[in-house]
């Protein structure tokens, strides 16, 4: 069961260059994140996805795109690369709800470090 | 908007010392409130949320909605403790999760 598979694991991106951040889950969860981390300030929202698509901004959106064609599948687009993008980046996914009613738990991937220089 | 405070960016303590994190919140609504752990080289987890009232390898935290904390408890911290520890909240649970900043947790032997 792979959970949340990300990639890359690493990449290194000049000013002004674009990628893809690739992120899938084999869990048929509707709900998927991304955030990234910053050390000492925790994680931020970028991009979020209650299902196939449907996306909405998190706290930091700006210079970010994201898709959501399938439910497997959530990938994060950086179309100008600036040195302030240098993180970590998470992609997440859970459950609409739990059994419960109450939010599930989220699933991390291993994170893709970004560096930008 | 919503919003998590973690006041302590490093917390060390000693092996079998008691352990809190502290969490605060600003959300004038009943949120869901977690904790979430990452140990070293390890995925971001899920470690305890307040709905559920349960104890994860020794952790407590209790909602307290006068003081809009849930700050994060264990009486007797272990070395394999040592992690960065996030509290997070949701408006409802069909809502985003926001994070706060992060508490690295240090147990000394």
């Known amino acids: 069961n792979a959970g949340v598979t990300q990639t890359p694991k690493f990449r290194i991106l000049k000013i002004g260059q674009s990628m893809t951040l690739q992120c899938t889950q084999d869990m048929n969860h509707n709900y998927m994140y991304w955030y990234r981390q910053d050390p000492g300030m925790g994680l931020k929202l970028i991009y979020y996805s209650v299902g196939a698509g449907i996306t909405d901004k998190g706290e930091v959106p700006n210079g970010y795109n994201v898709s959501r064609s399938t439910t497997e599948d959530f990938p994060l687009r950086l179309e100008l690369a600036a040195p302030s993008q240098t993180s970590v980046y998470f992609c997440?996914?859970?459950?609409?709800?739990?059994?419960?009613?109450?939010?599930?738990?989220?699933?991390f991937g291993n994170g893709t470090r970004l560096t930008v220089t | 908007a919503q919003r998590v405070t973690q006041p302590e960016k490093l917390l060390s303590v000693f092996k079998g010392a008691p352990v809190e994190l502290k969490c605060n919140y600003s959300y004038s609504g009943s949120p869901e409130l977690f904790w979430y752990v990452q140990y070293s080289r390890q995925r971001l987890q899920l470690l305890l949320r307040?709905?559920s009232r349960e104890s994860i390898k020794g952790f407590t935290a209790d909602l307290n909605k006068g003081e809009t904390s849930f700050h994060l408890k264990k009486p007797f911290a272990q070395e394999e403790d040592s992690a960065m520890y996030y509290c997070a909240l949701s408006k409802t649970s069909y809502d985003k999760v926001i994070f706060g900043p992060g508490t690295s947790l240090s147990v000394i032997p």
């Open positions: 307040h709905i």
């Open positions: 997440a996914s859970s459950a609409a709800t739990g059994t419960q009613g109450y939010n599930s738990p989220l699933h």
